[in-house]
């Protein structure tokens, strides 16, 4: 249960779904830039509560991203993990939640990490 997400791309759209259930949570798709890179262009979030419960788009936001640089590209994201951490402690009243305890409950732990 350490790893929670399945993340693929089909063209330029990257699709993650949560790792235990399998569906799909995220549907990003990309355009390219002047300088030849990508960036986000849209973004789909399931909508179905029976499937997920989505904590409110702020989360969803910082969760796209948070999912693509810390598990995807594998950077280090302290401040995105920060977010998570203050979106979390707000949500759930509580300001002395471990950070790693946090992180690992949505993010779980990268291949090869």
Same mark, same amino acid.
């Given at each position: 249960?350490?790893?929670?997400?399945?993340?693929?791309?089909?063209?330029?759209?990257?699709?993650?779904?949560?790792?235990?259930?399998?569906?799909?949570?995220?549907?990003?798709?990309?355009?390219?830039?002047?300088?030849?890179?990508?960036?986000?262009?849209?973004?789909?979030?399931?909508?179905?509560?029976?499937?997920?419960?989505? #904590?409110?788009? /702020?989360?969803?936001?910082?969760? @796209? =991203? $948070?999912?693509?640089? *810390?598990?995807?590209?594998?950077? #280090?994201?302290? /401040?995105?993990?920060?977010?998570? @951490? =203050? $979106?979390?402690?707000? *949500?759930?009243?509580?300001?002395?939640?471990?950070?790693?305890?946090?992180?690992?409950?949505?993010?779980?732990?990268?291949?090869?990490?």
């Amino acid at each position: 249960m350490d790893e929670k997400w399945n993340v693929f791309a089909e063209e330029d759209v990257l699709f993650m779904h949560r790792s235990w259930t399998g569906h799909c949570v995220y549907a990003v798709s990309f355009a390219l830039t002047p300088g030849g890179g990508r960036k986000i262009a849209s973004a789909l979030v399931e909508a179905d509560g029976k499937r997920y419960r989505s #904590p409110g788009d /702020d989360y969803e936001c910082l969760m @796209l =991203e $948070l999912v693509i640089s *810390a598990i995807v590209l594998g950077e #280090p994201a302290a /401040d995105l993990r920060a977010g998570l @951490l =203050e $979106l979390t402690a707000r *949500a759930s009243g509580k300001s002395d939640l471990p950070a790693g305890v946090v992180q690992h409950s949505v993010l779980g732990l990268r291949s090869g990490s």
